[in-house]
C-alpha cells in the first residue's frame, strides 16, 4: 500500500493556511505541515486593514488588472481562470464567514473583524488534521527532505533560503508606503483628507488618484499607496527622494480656472479665505492660497488679477513637493520582487529548476495595490498550488 504524500507548507501566514486547507478538502489522505518561524500564526491577517482585513475586492471598478497588479498581472488574468474573486468570495461564505461589499468595492468579513478569517483558518486547519509547528524556522530546504512537496508562503522580504539561481530571483523593495515630506506648513494640516486627490511622480506615467491623507510626517491614503505601488521599483532606485506632483481637485488646469473665473464673480467682494473653491478642506485652501498668492492671500476675490488666478489653478492642479524618504516607520505590508515569475510554471506554480517545490502569496513577483488585491492573490496562489499537488 502505497504511503500518504507528506506536504510542507513553509510559511504560518494567509497563503500557507489557504493552500494547506485546500489540499486537506481535495486530498484528505495527504499529510500536510506548515512550519511559522515565529511563535503566532496568522499575524499579518490580524492587523490587516486596521484590524478588519480587507480580505479581497468586488473588482466591480477593476477594467484593467496591471491597474490593481503592478507586477503580475498576466500570471493573474490566467489563474484566475482556476480560483477568482468570486471564487474566493463563495469560499469564505461556504465556511462560515460572511461577507460585505463596501461602497469602494472593498470586501470584508460582515463582523468587521480579522479574527473571523483567523478564527475559520485555524478551525479548518484542525478539523482537517493540519499539523502547525510555530517557533520553526526553515533556513534551508534540506531541512524537508522527508517531504515529497515544498510549498514556500513566506512572504517577500522575510523568506528563506530558496536555493535558486540568481536569475530566477527579483531583488525584493518595499510597496505600498507613505511619503514623508519635509515641509513643516503642510505638517501643520495632519488629519486633513482630500477625497478626490491625484498624486503623481513627473517625469513618468505614474499617477494615481483617490482620497489623500495629510499625516504629521508627510503624505498617505489611498492615492499616495497606489502609487508607491505603482513607483516602488523607481522609488527604491531612487532611495525614496524624488519629486511629487498633486492635484487637490482632481480637475484639469481649463476647468479649475473656470470654477475661479466665476468665483471673480459671484464672490467678488468675499476673501478668499471665506470662500472655498472646489469645497477644499478650509485649512487646505488657506494654506494652498497661502502659498501661491503670499500677502494677497486674504484679498478680494474680484480684485485677482489673471496672473493671481494662473497662481492658484497652479497650486491647485499642479502642486509641487519633494519626497524625502518612506514613513518614519515600518509600515509597508506588501513587497515588490520574489521569485522571478519565468522561474516558475505558470499553471502549476511550481519551480522549473527544482521538481516538488512549489510558491504561493508574496513570495512570487506578484504584488497588487490596496483594496483587497493582495489578499486576493494569496488565496488565488495558494489555491492554484493545492490542486496541483492534489492532481498529482
Known sequence: MKSSKRVAIVGGGAAGFFCAIN??????????????RS???LAKVAVSGGGRCNCTNSF??????????????RLMKRLFNVFSYRDAYAWFEAHGVPL???????VFPAAQDSQAIIGCFLREAQRHGVTVRTGCGIDSL??????????????????????????????PVPSLFTFRIDDEALHELMGTVVNEAQVMLPGTKMRASGPLLITHWGMSGPAVLRLSS???????????????????????EAEAMAELGGLTVKASQKQLPNMRPIDLPARLWTYLAQKALGNRSHAPWGSLNRKELNRLVNVLTNDQYRIAGRAPFKDEF???????????????????????????????????????????????????????????
Open 142 to 171: 534540506s531541512q524537508l527532505h522527508d517531504f515529497d512537496c515544498i510549498v514556500l508562503t513566506t512572504g517577500g522580504m522575510t523568506r528563506p533560503v530558496l536555493e535558486l539561481q540568481q536569475e530566477e530571483l527579483v531583488e
Open 230 to 252: 505603482y513607483g516602488a521599483r523607481l522609488l527604491a532606485d531612487h532611495h525614496y527622494e524624488m519629486p511629487l506632483s498633486v492635484n487637490w481637485t482632481g480637475l484639469s
Open 334 to 392: 506588501v513587497t515588490c520582487g520574489g521569485v522571478s515569475l519565468s522561474a516558475v510554471n505558470a499553471s502549476t506554480l511550481e519551480s522549473r529548476s527544482r521538481q516538488g517545490l512549489y510558491f504561493a502569496g508574496e513570495v512570487l513577483d506578484i504584488d497588487g495595490v490596496t483594496g483587497g488585491f493582495n489578499f486576493q492573490a494569496a488565496w488565488t496562489t495558494a489555491y492554484v498550488v493545492a490542486k496541483a499537488i492534489a492532481n498529482q
Open 100 to 106: 460585505t461589499t463596501q461602497d469602494d468595492e472593498c
Open 39 to 41: 511563535t503566532k500564526v
Open 60 to 73: 466591480a471598478s477593476v477594467r484593467d488588472l496591471q491597474a490593481v497588479y503592478p507586477r503580475g498581472h
Open 23 to 36: 489540499l486537506k478538502e481535495m486530498c484528505p489522505e495527504m499529510e500536510v505541515t506548515i512550519f511559522e
